[in-house]
C-alpha cells in the first residue's frame, strides 16, 4: 500500500502542476514521485507510459531552472500489472530550483512539507540563495590534482608570500585538506572561460576575431584585459594646438565590467562569460542575474552583496578592487564626462553591462564626419606651407565644396585658423600666426 509522506507523492496521471512536486523535492531532501497511483494508495497505471515517460523528461529539462537532468531518474516499473512510471529526485545541490515561467519568487519556488509541496517565501529565497553562494566556494573540488603558480605568481607581485599553510586562510584548501571550489577557480585547471568575440558592425552578422581564454581567473582577467585593449582603438582631437587622445572606452569602465563579471557570476553554471566588440559598444555577459533583494539602481548607488565572497577577498588582496561596492557606481560617474550612460540589464540568470564607444560617430547617408584626421591634414599643410584656401582643401581631402566650407568653418569656431583676405583671393592661416 503506498501512502503519501515527506519523501513520496501519488500521481493518478501526468500532468503540468508535477513540476511543482519536483522542485520541492530538489529543494528539500529528495523523495519519489509515482505517476499511475491514486492519493489513496490505488494503482491505476497508465495507458500511454512511453508517451508520459518522454513528456515528463521534457518537463524536467524545460519547464525547471537549474538543470536538474542530472539529479533525477525516471523508471518504467510494474505494479500489479500495471505499468507505473517511478520519479526518483535527489536531494540536488543548485538550491533554490525554479518554475521557469515564474522565475525566483514564491510562485515559482517550492519545498516539501509533511506530504505536502508549499511556496516558499521571499524571505527564504533569498536565505537559500546565500547559503548556496556560500556552499559553492567551499564544497570539495571535483578536481584534486591543482597546481597554483599564476595565483603564487600574482601574489608575489604585491609582495605578498603565498604557500601551502595560507591556503586554508584564504580558503582554499578545508579543514580536511581537500581543495575547495575557490582553490578550482584560482588553479591552473580552472574549467571555466571567458569567450571573446570582435564583429565587424553593430550587430553578430561577421567576425573580425574571437579568443578564448583559460587558466586560473586571475590569468584569464589579465589575458582578457591585454586583448581588449588591443582593440580599444584610441582616437584625438586638437585643442589648443594640443592632440587629446581618448580611447573608445574609459580604462577603469572597462576593467570593472570584467571583474564584475567574474567575481558575481554564479559559478553553478558551467557556460562561459561573452564578451562582444561591436562598433559602437562593448557587451560583457555573465552567468548569474542580481542578489535577490537587489535592484539595478542598488547596484549603481553602491550596495553590495558578494556572490562569491571569498573570490572577492582574493581580489581585494591582490588590489584588483579597491572599496567594496563602488565599482559601477565610479563607472556610471565617467560617462558623464562623455554625457553618455552604461546599460545594466538582467535575467534571472544572466548579468550584461553594455558601454558605449565614446568615440563612435553614426553613418549617415552623407560623408562619416571623422573630425580629427581631416582637420588634422590642413593644418600639417598650413604649417608647411604657411597657407591654404578652399581649393587646396577640397583636394587634399577629396570631399565636396559644401563638406570642405563647413570644416574650415568648424577650424575656424574652434580657434585653429583664421581668415585672410576676401573673395577669390581668401586664404587661411594658422590662428595667431600672422603671414
Do not use: W
Given at each position: 500500500m503506498?501512502?503519501e509522506s515527506?519523501?513520496?507523492?501519488?500521481?493518478?496521471k501526468l500532468?503540468?502542476?508535477i513540476?511543482?512536486?519536483?522542485?520541492?523535492?530538489a529543494n528539500?531532501k529528495?523523495?519519489t514521485?509515482y505517476?499511475?497511483?491514486q492519493?489513496?494508495?490505488?494503482?491505476?497505471?497508465?495507458?500511454n507510459?512511453?508517451?508520459d515517460?518522454e513528456?515528463l523528461?521534457g518537463?524536467?529539462?524545460e519547464?525547471?531552472k537549474?538543470?536538474l537532468?542530472?539529479y533525477?531518474k525516471?523508471?518504467?516499473i510494474?505494479?500489479f500489472?500495471?505499468?507505473?512510471i517511478?520519479?526518483?529526485i535527489s536531494?540536488?545541490?543548485?538550491?533554490?530550483?525554479?518554475?521557469?515561467d515564474k522565475?525566483?519568487?514564491?510562485s515559482?519556488?517550492?519545498?516539501?512539507h509533511g506530504?505536502v509541496?508549499?511556496p516558499?517565501s521571499?524571505e527564504?529565497i533569498?536565505?537559500?540563495?546565500k547559503?548556496?553562494?556560500?556552499i559553492?566556494e567551499?564544497?570539495i573540488?571535483h578536481?584534486q590534482?591543482l597546481?597554483?603558480?599564476?595565483l603564487?605568481?600574482?601574489?608575489?607581485s604585491?609582495?605578498l608570500?603565498l604557500?601551502k599553510?595560507?591556503y586554508k586562510v584564504?580558503?582554499?584548501?578545508?579543514n580536511?585538506n581537500?581543495?575547495?571550489?575557490l582553490g578550482l577557480?584560482?588553479?591552473n585547471?580552472?574549467?571555466?572561460?571567458?569567450?571573446?568575440?570582435v564583429f565587424?558592425?553593430?550587430?553578430?552578422?561577421?567576425?573580425r576575431?574571437?579568443?578564448?581564454f583559460t587558466?586560473?581567473l586571475?590569468k584569464q582577467?589579465?589575458?582578457?584585459l591585454k586583448y581588449l585593449?588591443?582593440?580599444n582603438?584610441?582616437?584625438?582631437k586638437?585643442e589648443?594646438?594640443?592632440?587629446?587622445?581618448?580611447?573608445?572606452?574609459p580604462?577603469?569602465a572597462l576593467?570593472?565590467?570584467?571583474?564584475?563579471?567574474i567575481i558575481h557570476?554564479?559559478?553553478n553554471?558551467?557556460g562561459?562569460i561573452?564578451?562582444s566588440?561591436?562598433?559602437?559598444r562593448?557587451?560583457?555577459?555573465s552567468?548569474g542575474?542580481?542578489?535577490l533583494?537587489l535592484?539595478?539602481?542598488?547596484?549603481i548607488?553602491g550596495?553590495?552583496?558578494?556572490?562569491n565572497?571569498n573570490?572577492?577577498?582574493?581580489?581585494?588582496?591582490?588590489?584588483?578592487?579597491e572599496?567594496f561596492?563602488?565599482g559601477?557606481g565610479?563607472?556610471?560617474d565617467?560617462?558623464?564626462?562623455?554625457?553618455l550612460?552604461?546599460i545594466i540589464s538582467?535575467?534571472?540568470n544572466?548579468?550584461k553591462?553594455?558601454?558605449p564607444?565614446v568615440n563612435?560617430?553614426?553613418?549617415?547617408?552623407?560623408?562619416?564626419?571623422i573630425?580629427?584626421p581631416?582637420k588634422?591634414?590642413?593644418l600639417n599643410?598650413?604649417?608647411?606651407?604657411?597657407?591654404i584656401n578652399?581649393?587646396i582643401?577640397?583636394?587634399?581631402?577629396?570631399v565636396s565644396t559644401?563638406?570642405?566650407?563647413?570644416?574650415?568653418s568648424?577650424?575656424?569656431?574652434e580657434n585653429l585658423?583664421?581668415?585672410?583676405?576676401n573673395?577669390?583671393?581668401t586664404?587661411y592661416?594658422?590662428?595667431g600666426?600672422e603671414k
Open positions: 503506498f501512502t515527506e519523501y513520496i507523492e501519488l500521481k493518478e500532468t503540468k502542476d513540476k511543482k512536486e519536483i522542485i520541492a523535492f528539500s529528495g523523495g514521485i505517476i499511475g497511483i492519493d489513496n494508495g490505488n494503482v491505476v497505471g497508465l495507458d507510459i512511453s508517451k515517460m513528456s523528461s518537463m524536467i529539462r519547464g525547471i537549474s538543470d537532468t542530472l533525477t525516471i523508471h518504467n510494474d505494479l500489472g500495471k505499468e507505473v517511478e520519479l526518483k536531494n540536488a545541490p543548485n538550491k533554490p530550483y525554479y518554475l521557469s522565475g525566483l519568487k514564491p515559482g519556488v517550492y519545498i516539501r506530504n509541496s508549499v516558499v521571499e527564504n533569498i536565505k537559500m540563495l547559503e548556496q553562494h556560500d559553492f567551499t564544497e573540488s578536481d590534482d597546481s597554483f603558480t599564476y603564487t605568481k600574482k601574489f608575489e604585491v609582495n608570500k604557500d599553510s595560507k584564504l580558503n582554499i584548501l578545508d580536511n581537500y581543495y575547495t571550489n577557480l584560482l588553479s585547471e580552472c574549467p571555466y572561460t571567458i569567450k571573446c568575440a565587424n558592425c553593430k550587430n553578430k552578422i561577421e567576425f576575431d574571437r579568443k578564448e587558466g586560473s586571475l582577467l589579465d589575458d582578457t585593449n588591443l582593440v582603438r584610441i582616437k584625438g586638437i589648443n594646438f594640443q592632440r587629446i587622445d581618448t580611447k573608445d572606452y580604462d577603469f576593467r570593472e565590467a570584467v571583474l564584475n563579471a557570476r554564479n559559478y553554471f558551467t562561459s561573452l564578451i566588440v561591436f562598433d559602437d562593448i557587451e560583457v555577459n552567468l542575474g542580481l542578489m533583494g535592484t539595478i539602481e542598488d547596484i548607488s550596495t553590495s552583496q558578494s556572490r565572497k573570490l572577492s577577498n582574493i581580489f581585494y588582496r591582490l588590489k584588483f578592487i572599496n561596492g563602488t559601477i565610479r563607472m556610471f565617467i560617462y558623464k564626462e562623455y554625457n550612460e552604461p538582467v535575467t534571472d544572466t548579468f553591462i553594455t558601454l564607444n563612435y560617430i553614426e553613418e549617415t547617408k552623407q560623408d562619416i564626419i573630425k580629427l581631416q588634422e591634414i590642413i599643410y598650413i604649417k608647411e606651407n604657411k597657407r578652399r581649393e582643401v577640397d583636394k587634399l581631402l577629396s559644401a563638406r570642405s566650407k563647413q570644416i574650415i568648424e577650424m575656424i569656431s585658423i583664421e581668415r585672410k583676405g573673395g577669390r583671393s586664404y592661416i594658422l590662428k600666426e
